[in-house]
């Protein structure tokens, strides 16, 4: 058997190994983001399967597509909008195979953009790695385009939140005997500022998404405190919105009485002599914040946003003003800003409205 001399082995040996860590390091620091390679990445459904590698493409492509539609929530305003059609949207495939850089190229409005970066996002959340793409047999970043498909089904009348039947269409909607009028009036006199929190000057709203249902009926689905008031005063709004049985005309479709929900918002006034200033301070920051939608609605943009800082200021713990000024930031760029107004409001109220887009704002 012929043998390498002693000497020009380890030169081989030797050359074999700095070539080799040149080609890692360049592999290691080239941070270019291709668009097309010989071998694309790919989902890793299909791994396990002992066929080419286009078969595995194609399954990938297949089981990428299952995954999206399986995770995908239409969003409420899409369906009330009539939203339907192509998205696109492309990620980065890093070398090490977790996504990042979610782009919206092409949108149909409604939100449905937004949650489609949001599955995309959910698939770094759940450990999902991908097959890095690949370029002279290392693997390298790659830039990933995927169309989603938004297509609206024929909808029920009605929908289910949690355990209760609400029907959304109605030949005669629901309304309280009287009208808004009276009911504010109602609600005005029925609600009382717990008696243990009076010296406590807190003030602010709590949402209350009533049921009624038929015979008129009350319960509520769903609260939502913005000035993080607590549990006291939770149960005094309950109070309040409940104690309305059987003071509605209730919704009735197709000929019968049917479940319905109502939005009702309930404010809080301290009523101590202490507390004035606090009312009133109250009450120039609300008037500030509609002044600072009206001039925003206008697109006096600033002006707009410089009102509602003015309300922020007075009550900094207030979602309903952080609410609106957030997503005034957002809708002009502003996205660290809003990712700030958007966190806190979240921290405060206990709200998930805006959990798809928050990972993008705030990146």
């Known amino acids: 058997m012929t043998t390498l001399p002693r000497v020009k082995y380890f030169y081989f040996l030797f050359f074999f190994m700095v070539t080799s860590s040149v080609l890692r390091a360049q592999s290691d620091t080239d941070t270019t983001i291709y668009d097309i390679l010989p071998l694309m990445p790919r989902f890793p459904a299909c791994e396990q399967l002992d066929t080419t590698v286009a078969f595995k493409q194609q399954c990938a492509q297949q089981q990428l597509l299952s995954f999206m ?16 059609g192509m998205v696109v949207v492309s990620f980065v495939v890093e070398k090490d195979g977790s996504l990042s850089d979610p782009q919206v ?38 830039r990933y385009t995927l169309p989603v498909k938004f297509r609206l089904e024929e909808q029920l009348p009605y929908s289910l939140v949690g355990t209760d039947t609400v029907y959304t269409e109605f030949d005669v909607p629901l309304q309280f005997r009287g009208g ?21 000057c807190l003030i602010g709203n709590i949402d209350i998404q009533l049921w009624v249902g038929p015979g008129g009926v009350t319960r509520v689905l769903d609260l939502t405190d913005f000035a993080g008031l607590g549990f006291d005063f939770w149960s005094a709004a309950t109070d309040a919105a409940t104690s309305t049985y059987n003071r509605w005309d209730v919704a009735v479709f197709e000929g019968r009485q049917v479940p319905a929900a109502y939005e009702i918002s309930l404010t809080f006034f301290p009523e101590g002599e202490a507390c004035k ?31 509602m800082t003015e309300a922020v200021n007075r009550f900094p713990n207030n979602a309903n003003f952080l609410l609106s000024r957030g997503q005034a930031y957002m809708n002009t760029n502003q996205f660290a800003e809003a990712c700030v107004d958007l966190r806190k409001a979240k921290e405060i109220a206990q709200i998930n409205w805006f959990d798809n887009i928050l990972p993008l704002l705030c990146k």
């Open 277 to 307: 200033s606090v009312v009133a301070d109250y009450d120039l920051a609300v008037a500030a914040l509609n002044e600072g939608i009206a001039l925003y609605n206008e697109e006096k943009t600033e002006e707009g946003i410089a009102k």
């Open 105 to 142: 190229l092409k949108d149909i409005g409604g939100g449905c953009g937004m949650e489609t970066v949001r599955v995309v996002n959910l698939m770094n959340s759940a450990g999902i790695a991908w097959v890095p793409g690949e370029k002279d047999g290392q693997a390298v970043r790659c």
């Open 69 to 84: 539609y399986q995770n995908i929530i239409y969003p409420f305003e899409a369906r009330q909008n009539g939203n339907e």
């Open 180 to 200: 808004e009028e009276a009911l504010t009036s109602y609600l005005k006199e029925q609600l009382k500022y717990p008696k243990a929190w009076q010296d406590s």
